[in-house]
């Protein structure tokens, strides 16, 4: 009703649209309409357009778009991780002299890969080679939680909740 006791019409190309807020957020929007100086209506339009005006642009995404973002950080954290264990792992691939071959391994007489691999890894040549990439594996799986290493003692794997 309007202030001479009629009832105020609507223009024929307006549509009436109910919302059900709780009564706190309803309260909000009334109050921030009259400190705008308009009605509760005309202010939550402009908040529509406002916020259409945002999302077209870009600046204000739909919740998919906020489902996608945290796929992709759970894909860059995931990343992260890989690119850490590679860097943990020796910087090239395990080689050695093929001069070592020649003089320590191979004879005049044929032999098996088998036997060429027990003699190197018995003569001693990939101790070296060897250890700075397990070491750095070790300590990469120790800062994940994976092992656990006890002066004294070594490596083991981590106990978890209370099993091994």
Avoid at 110 to 124: F, N
């Amino acid at each position: 009703m309007t202030d001479s006791g009629r009832y105020a019409t609507l223009p024929e190309d307006t549509a009436v649209v109910k919302l059900y807020p709780p009564e706190k957020t309803a309260q909000e929007w009334m109050d921030e309409a009259d400190y705008n100086g308009s009605s509760r209506s005309r202010y939550l339009q402009n908040l529509i357009l406002e916020a259409r005006a945002y999302r077209s642009e870009g600046l204000l995404k739909d919740e998919g778009d906020q489902q996608r973002i945290q796929e992709l950080e759970e894909k860059v954290e995931q990343l992260e991780r890989r690119l850490e264990e590679k860097q943990s792992e020796s910087a090239g691939a395990i080689s050695f002299d093929p001069a070592t071959l020649k003089q320590d391994v191979l004879t005049d007489n044929y032999q098996s890969l088998e036997d060429i691999l027990r003699k190197i890894v018995e003569s001693g040549v990939l101790d070296e080679l060897l250890r700075q990439p397990v070491e750095n594996q070790l300590y990469f799986l120790a800062a994940q939680d994976e092992v656990q290493y006890e002066r004294g003692w070594g490596w083991k794997l981590a106990e978890q909740g209370g099993e091994q």
